[in-house]
């Protein structure tokens, strides 16, 4: 190398804490922003140019630099996303964050080669500005720009797998294989869209079913995850809940409901509007069974569980479902067990005498 290259690299040496400094920091920054903004990054690297490396990169093109902060990737930061759409939020939060270098970044998925499928990265030079992160031990910190790299998870393993068969033997690759090599791209490329469709498909599912649901056309909406978590938000089993309660005067410890979906679905529910017939319809009986249950206890603190758990025992003794149906609902409630049985004869001879079955 000539005395200009090793000069450069005499900088590079000088300047290696500050290199292994931001390396470490920026992904820490990088991940508390993208928490803040709620995205979900499938990982994010880094690297500092090796020595050897940057001696190659400096024997081919050294004369360009006139010192070493004219070097760009010296640190290099990849974030690698679940979803196309998220390359440009995180995009956004590091024109937030850092000051880019607008005129050395570039968009290589506006590359249309038949081959490009994994080298589709958005690519920013960055710089850290000194009101966001200033540090006196390293002076230059602020002086030397880096890399960030951005792209999906399909095109990161892409880009590695078409790397290890395509570069590494020193051996052309024939053209067969090259096809070959390229439908499977166009393959992945295919994926990668198709998944962030349905992202934005469910997203858009999940609104008209809270909106739904918020108007009170429940009918409408089918049961399934996604609208059952948003009717429990609006509470369809508080009023009989508070009613339970007042029997003792108890206190009503929150829990999760989302195990009562497979069993409201086992008992013939399609529907929300369905779940809300089934309350109205039943509400009166379960009350009937708490009062039976512990009305005479001096239980004074009671699972938000009680109210479906009740309204769904009504339904299937009311319905013919006997001691099995009963065993089905603790089944699914509470996993299989052999204890299941006789607690459903127990449910099943406590409730026979109750004024609802009778009806």
């Not at 024109?95 to 690519?123: A, P, Q, T």
């Amino acid at each position: 190398m000539d005395l200009h290259a090793e000069e450069l690299l005499s900088q590079y040496r000088s300047l290696k804490g500050t290199f292994s400094s931001m390396a470490d920091g920026i992904p820490k920054r990088l991940e508390e922003f993208f928490a803040e903004a709620g995205i979900i990054v499938a990982a994010v690297e880094h690297r500092v140019k090796t020595e050897e490396s940057l001696k190659g990169k400096l024997a081919l093109k050294g004369g360009k630099y006139k010192d070493i902060f004219d070097i760009t990737d010296l640190v290099g930061i990849r974030v690698i996303t679940f979803y196309i759409d998220d390359v440009d939020k995180v995009a956004s939060v590091l024109e937030r964050l850092f000051e880019i270098d607008w005129e050395n970044s570039i968009d290589k998925r506006k590359v249309h080669e038949i081959d490009s499928f994994g080298y589709l990265s958005l690519h920013y030079i960055c710089r850290i500005p000194e009101s966001s992160w200033h540090d006196p031990a390293y002076p230059d910190l602020n002086k030397i720009r880096f890399e960030v790299q951005m792209r999906t998870v399909l095109q990161h393993a892409w880009a590695n797998m078409n790397h290890d068969t395509g570069y590494k033997s020193g051996v052309e690759i024939p053209k067969v294989y090259l096809r070959n090599l390229s439908r499977l791209a166009g393959m992945l490329e295919l994926v990668d869209d198709e998944f962030s469709r349905i992202r934005r498909e469910l997203s858009d599912y999940r609104r008209r079913v809270q909106g739904l649901v918020a108007s009170g056309n429940l009918s409408e909406v089918a049961l399934d995850g996604d609208s059952f978590r948003s009717y429990l938000s609006i509470g369809p089993f508080d009023a009989l809940t508070r009613r339970i309660a007042s029997i003792n005067q108890a206190e009503v410890q929150s829990a999760d409901l989302s195990p009562f979906l497979p069993l409201l679905k086992a008992m013939g529910m399609a529907t929300l509007g369905d779940i809300e017939q089934l309350i109205r319809d039943y509400s009166d009986a379960a009350y009937q069974i708490a009062c039976f249950q512990i009305g005479l206890t001096d239980l004074d603190i009671l699972s938000a569980s009680v109210a479906p758990q009740d309204i769904c025992t009504a339904f299937i003794l009311k319905n013919g479902g006997g001691s099995a149906g009963l065993k089905m609902m603790l089944d699914i409630l509470n996993g299989p067990s052999e204890g299941n049985s006789a607690m459903a004869r127990f449910l099943l001879d406590q409730a026979k005498d109750l004024p609802f079955m009778n009806q």
